[in-house]
């Protein structure tokens, strides 16, 4: 009885210390998740709120904080696990080959999330801009880590892989605050350059959205195969573009033939020999 006791009384001692030992550590480990959780997020919440504030594209915001957070949780999860005993070293570096293997299998779509990468820290387009990218035209809807989304003028919805996107040249319509229009108007050969350059000023010169500066250009371009090419570059804000295009259009054609001068369009003259004499 008394040896029974003997081992009673170890194995008791022995569970207390190991319920001891474990439940303090159980304890810390869930205190400090706990904790770090909370912290996480309150991290999140601020860097979101000082990006918010200091005017960061809306879509940069999210995926900023949201890395920051899951960094910052990985960070919790490593220290918890080590203080429960686990060799973090070995999970260290077996996530390492597993993280290998995983990107040996998707590279292309790690292509697509660096390039997302490169796209939200470099911003050469923002949501809301119009841009030709990967072969495609279109409104910026979104710009997430894997694709960029686009709206054309019609009201179709292009999904671009990120990659296609940054690894080919990108125009942006919308980067600068004015453009310039390119037009050419035609006139024939036997029309008045002098009138024709005068009335194509005059128009310019009254519509109020062209600008002053810089200047507009107007003159003689190419003398082609049916007409003699004026070139006009008037300034204009980047919002009236196209309501600005159409209109110098359409009053050029109308104006120009009241100054009397006419718009042609490419013929060919054919030229029939008749052969004289008779065939045997």
Not at 188 to 201: L, M, N, Q
């Amino acid at each position: 009885m008394d040896q029974l006791g003997l081992d009673l009384e170890t194995s008791i001692t022995t569970i207390t210390d190991l319920l001891t030992n474990w439940g303090l550590k159980a304890l810390g480990a869930l205190a400090v998740l706990i904790v770090g959780r909370i912290v996480a997020g309150w991290v999140r919440r601020t860097i979101r709120s000082l990006l918010s504030r200091s005017k960061t594209d809306p879509t940069l915001v999210p995926f900023v904080s949201g890395l920051v957070y899951y960094l910052l949780l990985a960070v919790v999860v490593i220290a918890v696990l080590d203080m429960v005993g686990v060799q973090t070293a070995s999970l260290i570096a077996v996530l390492g080959a597993a993280g290998l293997a995983v990107g040996l299998a998707l590279q292309g779509t790690l292509a697509n999330f660096a390039a997302g990468i490169m796209l939200l820290v470099f911003r050469p387009f923002q949501k809301g801009d119009y841009i030709e990218a990967a072969g495609v035209a279109g409104s910026v809807d979104a710009i997430n880590i894997f694709t960029t989304s686009l709206n054309t003028p019609d009201n179709v919805r292009i999904v671009i892989p990120n990659a296609s996107v940054w690894g080919q040249t990108i125009k942006n319509y919308a980067a600068h605050a004015t453009r310039r229009l390119d037009l050419v108007v035609g006139i024939a050969y036997e029309d008045d350059i002098g009138r024709a350059i005068d009335t194509i000023t005059g128009i310019v010169r009254a519509d109020g959205r062209v600008l002053a500066e810089p200047q507009s250009t107007v003159a003689v371009n190419e003398l082609g195969d049916s007409s003699v090419n004026i070139v006009v570059r008037p300034w204009c804000k980047r919002e009236d573009y196209w309501p600005l295009r159409c209109e110098l259009t359409r009053r050029f054609k109308e104006d120009l033939e009241k100054a009397g001068c006419s718009i042609p369009f490419p013929q060919r003259d054919v030229h029939v020999h008749q052969a004289t004499g008779s065939v045997a």
